[in-house]
């Protein structure tokens, strides 16, 4: 049984603000039927599937959860902009911390993806992009979280549970990282090969990214100052 439909089926209806016995009176089917299938207890044929899609007006795929795009279109590198593309002048407004800290970030993951590219360790880039993903999903969130009036079926995870199950997705993706890199994986993830091995020092990072190196530097040194400042032993 596929265990997205009955989910993204549910979140469809409320999402239109419709009740469940107006949706299954729509779909030619009884209440208890689609609260079966909104619930997950009944497994639907293709007919229902395409009336459904048709009648939210999305594709089959993203009733499936095989695409987060209610077109179906599948995303690929050509279609994501660049950061910048709307602002060809490089100027991001808002507050000055915000400007500091995004150039900070954005510069410093330029460094991260090109060195897990030049790895070539698939499983590695799998988990330190899962990772890191998360953490912007988080952080988009709860900024979305600012306005209790904005309609939460634009996630498909409860907002109780969000936060929570997303950190330890991310510590899974960070712990199963870690074991790649060490090589005590269990034989559940590929161990990294010689040559996906990356060599580096400060001195050759600097050579390396001379126009970003600077801002992950200043990075290490403040995430380590935070962590510094959070775990040092107040006094008496």
Do not use: W
């Not at 299938?37 to 229902?48: H, N, P, S």
């Not at 330190?128 to 600012?146: D, G, I, K, Q």
């Not at 997303?166 to 559940?188: D, H």
């Amino acid at each position: 049984m596929n265990e997205a439909f009955p989910r993204i089926l549910t979140l469809l209806r409320k999402e239109k603000g419709i009740s469940q016995k107006k949706a299954a009176e729509d779909l030619n089917i009884s209440q208890a039927l689609l609260s079966h299938y909104e619930k997950g207890i009944r497994e639907c044929g293709l007919d229902f599937l395409v009336r459904s899609a048709e009648y939210y007006q999305v594709s089959c795929d993203y009733l499936l959860g095989r695409t987060p795009d209610r077109t179906g279109a599948v995303l690929t590198v050509e279609d994501l902009p660049d950061a910048d593309f709307q602002n060809t002048d490089k100027v991001f407004k808002g507050s000055v911390l915000a400007v500091l800290n995004k150039k900070l970030v954005t510069n410093s993951l330029t460094i991260v993806f090109d060195l897990l590219q030049r790895s070539g360790s698939k499983s590695l880039t799998t988990e330190l992009s899962s990772f890191l993903m998360l953490a912007v999903y988080l952080s988009f969130r709860t900024l979305y979280n600012t306005d209790p009036k904005n309609l939460q079926s634009a996630f498909g995870i409860p907002r109780g549970l969000a936060s929570g199950l997303t950190c330890g997705e991310m510590l899974r993706s960070l712990a199963v990282a870690e074991a790649i890199v060490s090589g005590e994986t269990g034989g559940r993830s590929p161990r990294l090969e010689p040559d996906e091995r990356l060599s580096m020092s400060p001195e050759t990072l600097k050579e390396q990214y001379p126009y970003f190196y600077q801002s992950l530097s200043n990075l290490v040194q403040r995430a380590e100052a935070l962590m510094a400042e959070k775990n040092t032993p107040t006094a008496k």
